[in-house]
């Protein structure tokens, strides 16, 4: 089956399950069913690893990572600065607080984009704007970030500078020593920092 259809199906019963849970709660204006709908299937929602990546890198304050996986996931391995709130308590109203602050986006992250995508149409549902989702969540933060893949000799100029960034933002997270060869040429110039413990949440 279309991934679309399954994404549009989770999201009907979200709404549905969501608007049972919310009709007796002091909650922020819900928006309407159909103009979600639209938002949904703007690509505008999503946000790449690499821009993510810059972000931390440039101590961008406006950035908050949510992980919406499992304690125990997040536990394993987590991006720095990321706060955890598993997908089934999002919605507590301590964890609500989180949301709607003005200049701070929000960006949800999960192992693929699945619980992100789910953490997004619910707080969009809210009517709490400036929520985005990790494209290919910790999945692709790996693929891309962690373990950046060199490109081969016949690619593009663009392609070995998204490489080379990618280098710089693997030295950065990891400490990695790059091999010799693979740094020549590459003019990283990222100091790395120490993991920082968000406890409040934010970055």
């Not at 938002?39 to 972000?55: C, F, G, K, L, S």
């Not at 619980?115 to 693929?143: C, H, I, P």
Request: proline share 4%; charged share 25%.
């Amino acid at each position: 089956m279309n991934r679309n259809y399954i994404f549009l199906t989770i999201l009907m019963l979200i709404l549905a399950f969501g608007t049972l849970i919310f009709r007796s709660k002091d909650v922020p204006d819900q928006i309407e069913p159909d103009v979600l709908l639209q938002e949904v299937i703007q690509p505008t929602r999503y946000i790449t690893t690499d821009q993510v990546a810059n972000m931390i890198i440039q101590g961008d304050p406006s950035l908050m990572l949510v992980d919406v996986r499992s304690e125990e996931d997040f536990q394993k391995y987590s991006i720095q600065q990321s706060l955890n709130i598993p997908l089934e308590n999002l919605l507590n109203e301590d964890n609500l607080s989180y949301f709607g602050i003005p200049g701070t986006k929000v960006v949800f992250v999960s192992e693929d984009d699945i619980k992100a995508d789910q953490a997004w149409v619910l707080t969009k549902r809210l009517g709490f704007s400036s929520t985005y989702v990790m494209k290919g969540g910790m999945n692709q933060w790996v693929e891309t970030i962690i373990e950046p893949k060199r490109p081969a000799e016949s690619a593009s100029n663009s392609e070995f500078e998204i490489y080379q960034s990618r280098k710089g933002a693997q030295l950065y997270f990891t400490g990695a020593k790059a091999e010799e060869q693979e740094t020549s040429g590459l003019n990283v110039k990222i100091t790395r920092k120490e993991r920082s413990n968000v406890a409040s949440g934010g970055c």
